[in-house]
């Protein structure tokens, strides 16, 4: 229960992999509240173009805040264009300095192609060191299984895919209905 009393919404599982020249974010489609799957097709993973700069973005936590924090990213991304890290790194300053933002729950996976980061309200900006990373009820089930595949022929978007059907197998929160976007640097 969170602080309001209202059960807490879980199930999304986010995962981004950098391999050969091409970043893939995938996301899963359900959505729970409490132990109740409210939607298994929503689109947790989006392409952004501010300016003309490509973005793919991946939330997890409530919608609502995540959309707030995608409208407040696209800003951050028109007025610094190219600039994907300075982008992210202003986005976390006023997500932890701002009263209104600090109440906002969700974490982000966003990439250019180029560098890819994990994007938190705790004022982390975080650069993925082994090339994978996850998010969501089922982020540490997808990070474990695309660790271990990143050494192996598959493509970015075969890890990506292959360590989502391993989380949907584990974690009750988490679908087998993928949204995947790729973008290359």
């Known amino acids: 229960m969170s602080d309001h009393g ?15 020249g091409l970043v893939v974010i995938a996301g899963d489609g359900q959505v729970s509240l409490g132990q109740t799957v409210i939607k298994g097709t929503a689109r947790k993973v989006r392409r952004l173009s501010p300016g ?33 890290q300075r982008a992210a790194v202003e986005l ?21 192609g180029r560098q890819m980061f994990v994007i938190t309200g ?10 994978v990373t996850a998010i969501g009820s089922g982020g540490n089930y997808a990070l474990a299984a695309g660790r271990a595949l990143m050494d192996s022929a598959l493509t970015a978007e075969e890890i ?12 009750v929160y988490t679908n087998g209905n993928l949204t995947v976007e790729t973008i290359q640097a």
């Open 6 to 20: 209202f059960p807490g919404w879980h199930g999304t599982t986010i995962i981004g992999v950098k391999k050969g």
């Open 52 to 84: 003309g700069f490509h973005v793919v973005a991946g939330f997890a936590g409530s919608t609502a805040d995540a959309f707030t924090l995608l409208e407040r990213l696209e800003v951050k991304l028109e007025a610094t264009p190219g600039q994907l």
């Open 92 to 112: 976390a300053k006023d997500w932890r300095t701002d009263k209104y933002l600090q109440k906002l729950e969700a974490m982000l996976i966003v990439s250019d």
């Open 122 to 131: 705790a004022g982390d900006v975080l650069e993925p060191e082994h090339d």
């Open 160 to 171: 990506a895919r292959r360590a989502m059907a391993i989380a949907a197998d584990i974690c």
